[in-house]
């Protein structure tokens, strides 16, 4: 079984449109992050979610807007998309420090979005 | 706040050869864990190999070991008898030791270096 899956793993889309990206673990952890990566491969740290709790709010326009329905699932809503957001997007889970001896992160399998 | 540098965009080994990646960080923190992270064309993050600041000695899995200078704040990877499977994009990334704060776990990455494997 895929440990971090997000769907969709490619998503073309039309400047102005909302989309969203949803992301899922089986692997029992109680935080959950976006990445964004961008056309320089640089990956940066967007939203963190501990047990659906919001714990990270990095400098992100308003409108992308993630939601935690339970500790597994951590989805990304991006609202009147423009072409700057053209990225891959990851999904990553693990233990937050503190709370388990395993703090790796796994990450899903990304999210291409093109913005046309 | 962390940053972390690579400062080899780009580096190449011939196939069985030793390859070493360079990483450098900057940080206040005095605990913290580093990690290097893979990245094949599938754009598939795949973890190398990790290090807890607090272990003096660096970490080994199979072909690939670190040199961690704590005081130099220095992580480099050495990847020995290169495969083509080794090509990839490599990733050094920081995470602090606090659950809260102002770090909650988040990864701080590098720029990425490409690694090529000459048959």
């Known amino acids: 079984d895929t440990a971090v899956s997000q769907t969709p793993k490619y998503l073309v889309t039309q400047m102005g449109n909302d989309k969203s990206i949803k992301c899922e673990q089986n692997l029992g952890h109680d935080t959950m992050y976006w990445y964004k990566q961008d056309s320089k491969k640089f990956l940066k740290i967007m939203f963190s979610y501990n047990n659906k709790e919001l714990i990270i709010n990095e400098t992100v326009p308003n409108r992308f807007s993630p939601k935690s329905p339970d500790k597994a699932h951590l989805n990304l809503h991006i609202n009147s998309l423009e072409l700057g957001d053209s990225a891959v997007y990851f999904c990553?889970?693990?233990?937050?420090?503190?709370?388990?001896?395993?703090?790796?992160?796994?990450f899903g399998p990304g999210t291409r979005l093109t913005v046309t | 706040a962390q940053t972390v540098t690579q400062s080899q965009p780009e580096m190449s080994v011939q196939e069985a050869e030793t390859v070493t990646l360079s990483c450098t960080y900057d940080?206040?923190?005095?605990?913290?864990?580093l990690f290097w992270y893979k990245q094949p064309p599938s754009r598939q993050m795949i973890l190398v190999i990790r290090?807890?600041?607090?272990?003096?000695q660096n970490a080994t899995e199979n072909r690939f070991s670190v040199n961690f200078q704590k005081a130099a704040k220095s992580f480099s990877l050495k990847i020995s008898d290169s495969q083509l499977g080794d090509a990839a994009m490599y990733f050094c990334?920081?995470?602090?030791?606090?659950?809260?704060?102002?770090?909650?776990?988040?990864?701080?990455f590098g720029q990425g270096t490409i690694l090529t494997v000459h048959p």
């Open positions: 290090q807890e600041a607090y272990k003096q």
């Open positions: 940080t206040s923190e005095s605990d913290y864990y």
């Open positions: 990553a889970s693990s233990y937050l420090l503190g709370t388990s001896g395993s703090y790796e992160q796994y």
């Open positions: 990334a920081y995470r602090g030791w606090e659950a809260g704060g102002t770090s909650y776990g988040k990864l701080t």
